[in-house]
């Protein structure tokens, strides 16, 4: 049973900077391919894909932080990473780290239905 827990979350000004860690648990011993990814929750709107990584370390970003935002796993430490950069206000949301079976739609597609293990949520607040 994967567990997941992030942190790292907090406030800051539009143009700066965050890396949200997530302690992945229980990954040992898989026998299929995990997905791994960040997604985000704004008040009032729908969770959202952010980023995605296989176990192949392939990444596969949503348009709105393509090139802003690195999605990275530190594999000794079990340690899942998403380094945002030239934060805006519309970053603002609950950001979660999730994990699930390796598929194609949820890879290329992002759709939160296909993680079945989420942390707990830590708050990311951009001012302008």
């Known amino acids: 049973q994967v567990q997941l827990m992030e942190s790292g979350g907090g406030s800051v000004q539009a143009g700066g900077s965050l890396t949200l860690s997530c302690s992945i648990i229980?990954?040992?011993?898989?026998?299929?391919?995990?997905?791994l990814g960040w997604f985000r929750q704004a008040p009032g709107k729908e969770r959202e894909g952010v980023a995605v990584l296989d176990t192949s370390s392939v990444t596969n970003y949503a348009d709105s932080v393509k090139g802003r935002f690195t999605i990275s796993k530190d594999s000794a430490k079990n340690v899942l990473y998403l380094q945002m950069n030239s934060l805006k206000p519309e970053d603002t949301a609950t950001y979660y780290c999730?994990?699930?079976?390796?598929?194609?739609?949820?890879?290329?597609?992002?759709?939160?239905?296909?993680?079945?293990?989420w942390g707990q949520g830590t708050l990311v607040t951009v001012s302008s």
């Open positions: 999730a994990a699930g079976e390796y598929s194609d739609s949820a890879f290329y597609r992002l759709p939160s239905d296909r993680f079945e293990t």
């Open positions: 229980g990954v040992g011993g898989r026998r299929r391919s995990l997905l």
